[in-house]
């Protein structure tokens, strides 16, 4: 069953946001990812979020570039939880991403990760944090590699 939506967008996204879908994979969590750009195609995006809940999702992972409206879109559309994952892209390189999606009024919160690929992996970590609540296998695969990285650091 299909647990998190990403979505993102624009196809030039896909390369960060798949590192999401493949480290949830490498967790047991099945995701989907979907292209669906809060300017261009916002009534479908609308749509998505709001069906999110009814479709099985518990979590929404929307990654973002430039302006980054997407996850504040997703917030405002469903009340599942989303993390926004800010794409570097422009001239700022992420750093405008970064403050449009953390500065979310009151009401309608995005959990906000690191620009680009260690905020699309530290995106998947959060959603199986919050599967691990209701799916015990998920929180031991999840503790398993926490484990793994304490013991990588402490080698070096």
Known sequence: M??????????????VMQKCADTLADLGVESEIRVLSAHRTPALMAEWARTARERGLKVIVAGAGMAAHLP??????????????????????????????????????????????????????????????SRPEVAEAYESLRRKFVEDASKA
């Not at 879109?73 to 449009?100: C, F, K, R, Y």
């Not at 309608?108 to 959060?126: I, Q, S």
């Open 72 to 133: 504040g879109a997703a917030a405002a559309w469903s009340t599942l939880p989303v993390i926004g994952v800010p794409i570097a892209s422009g001239h700022l390189n992420g750093l405008d991403s970064l403050l449009a999606i953390v500065q979310m009024p009151p009401g309608v919160p995005v959990a906000t990760v690191a620009v680009g690929e260690a905020g699309a992996k530290n995106a998947a970590y959060l959603a199986a944090e919050i599967i691990g609540l």
């Open 2 to 15: 299909v647990e998190v939506g990403i979505v993102v967008g624009s196809k030039s996204d896909l390369p």
